[in-house]
Nanobody, 127 residues
């Protein structure tokens, strides 16, 4: 049974930091697999935040978070992290981790490329 279990998140003041974690189980990753983070704010569509390749550690970020967020993974723990610094009120959203199990030679970043999703965790940044 495939599971993506998220932890972290919560309420933080603007300028603060949070770290999200997503631990996967029941998955076999191909050499091209990608792990990603997306977010969805109220009344808005789900948007890409960051992604990392399972094998090579290549990363890709949305312009809105570049320089503030860092995605990383621990293959031994089957876990992907999202370190979020210098948070802004506009970062408020439900954050989802996702896995593109097969992937391709690049890094996936479109929501429809991802096969499995976590349950979502709320991040609220107060001004």
């Amino acid at each position: 049974q495939v599971q993506l279990v998220q932890s972290g998140g919560g309420l933080v003041q603007a300028g603060g930091s949070l770290r999200l974690s997503c631990t996967t189980s029941g998955l076999t990753f191909s050499r091209y697999a990608t792990l990603g983070w997306f977010r969805q704010a109220p009344g808005k569509e789900r948007e890409f935040v960051a992604a990392i390749s399972w094998n090579g550690g290549s990363t890709y970020y949305a312009d809105s978070v570049k320089g503030r967020f860092t995605i990383s993974r621990d293959n031994a723990k089957n876990t992907v992290y999202l370190q979020m610094n210098s948070l802004k009120p506009e970062d408020t959203a439900v954050y989802y981790c996702a896995v593109d199990q097969r992937g391709y030679s690049g890094i996936s970043y479109r929501a429809n490329q991802f096969d499995y999703w976590g349950q979502g965790t709320q991040v609220t940044v107060s001004s």
